[in-house]
């Protein structure tokens, strides 16, 4: 008898993107995005630390998303040259 699937789930969270909600980003140029996510701090945190989080959960799932990927290389290197800079 094989394991329902159901029975294999955790526990977390799941995020449901509204494209009509004013605060959706996606139609934005890849530099408009890191512009809106740098500063941004939602119930869940640091948008910056969200965005991370994401691209590595999902790059160790094997699911890669140019536009994702991009994002975190621009907002690691931010914060290279913030700490760089504060140092």
Do not use: C
């Not at 991370?52 to 790059?59: A, R």
């Amino acid at each position: 008898h094989a394991p329902s699937v159901f029975a294999l789930l955790e526990d977390g969270i799941a995020y449901v993107v509204d494209r009509t909600h004013k605060q959706y980003v996606g139609a934005l140029s890849r530099e408009a995005q890191l512009a809106a996510v740098i500063g941004a701090h939602g119930k869940s945190g640091p948008n910056p630390d969200y965005v991370l989080n994401t691209q590595s959960h999902l790059e160790e799932m094997g699911v890669h998303d140019a536009t994702l990927t991009w994002l975190a290389r621009a907002l690691r290197a931010e914060a290279q040259t913030r700490s760089a800079i504060t140092a």
